[in-house]
């Protein structure tokens, strides 16, 4: 079982590993690979409007964005 923490590219393999899954079947086979409590923050964030925004203007969400559409990882 996971620690929580993924990595860039255990995210982006969960990520097109689930191009034909809806939604709510990759956020709970994401959730099934997480402790406990790591599971309630997701749950948190994700009903959180505001905090997902700002988790999607991070770098990091906006790299992996970028590499799911088929483009070139940036340096850094």
């Known amino acids: 079982m996971s620690n929580g923490k993924f ?25 099934s690979k997480l402790p406990d409590e790591k599971k309630e923050a997701l749950s948190k964030l994700l009903s959180d409007r505001n905090a997902m925004e700002q988790l999607l203007k991070s770098e990091q969400a906006q ?14």
């Open 7 to 31: 990595s860039f590219d255990e995210i982006l393999r969960m990520a097109k590993a689930s191009e034909n899954k809806k939604p709510d079947e990759v956020v709970e086979s994401i959730k």
């Open 63 to 76: 790299k992996l964005m970028e590499k799911l559409r088929g483009g070139k990882e940036s340096d850094g």
